[in-house]
């Protein structure tokens, strides 16, 4: 016996290929969860990046200005501590008076943080602002980095977030309409049913 007559055998179905464009069973409420899920990936692909970027741009270019304007609002002056700084527990550092002379001969006094253990008439590095105060030092450019990576990742898991809330709504608000449908069509069509099989 040939293939075609052995027993067992049968021509292979051929599928048949249904466009999503032509389902007759597909709703308009399918067709726009569709089409809005394409238009919130899309956004998750490039509006993530471009979020997260644009951010974490501005921040950094906010912060450098800062870090410019305090850089020249301050300047580090090198002073003498004017009292031993005794060793007290675990105390990293802790305030003491100190002196120091400007480059216009005025001498300043003011209150700086050293080492336990510093002795007096050493010297001790400040950060003085442009009344004569001293200051704490200047924000660097790695802070304005940090800031600028911190804030595109807080905007971008945002984004995230936000597109993920999106497509759990679409799904959601779809999902209920078409679950009253259906409780509206059986509240029609349950008495029908129940008359026919005598309840």
Request: glycine share 8%.
């Amino acid at each position: 016996m040939n293939a075609q007559g052995s027993p067992g055998t049968s021509p292979t179905p051929r599928k048949r290929h249904v466009s999503l464009r032509a389902n007759p069973l597909r709703r308009p409420s399918d067709r726009f969860e569709w089409w809005f899920h394409r238009f919130l990936l899309a956004l998750l692909v490039v509006g993530l990046p471009v979020a997260g970027y644009s951010a974490g741009t501005t921040a950094y270019e906010a912060s450098m200005r800062t870090v410019r304007n305090a850089a020249a609002e301050r300047h580090q002056a090198t002073a003498r501590a004017t009292v031993d700084v005794p060793r007290v527990g675990n105390v990293a550092k802790q305030p003491v008076p100190v002196r120091w002379t400007e480059e216009n001969d005025t001498v300043r006094t003011g209150a700086a943080l050293v080492k336990p253990g510093t002795s007096k008439g050493a010297a001790v590095a400040v950060w003085v602002d442009r009344s004569g105060n001293v200051t704490s030092p200047p924000a660097s450019a790695l802070n304005a980095k940090a800031t600028g990576w911190i804030t595109g990742a807080i905007v971008a898991c945002g984004t995230g977030f936000g597109v993920s809330v999106l497509w759990a709504g679409a799904r959601l608000l779809p999902d209920r309409r078409r679950y009253a449908q259906w409780d509206a069509e059986w509240d029609r069509t349950e008495p029908l049913w129940s008359a026919r099989f005598g309840r």
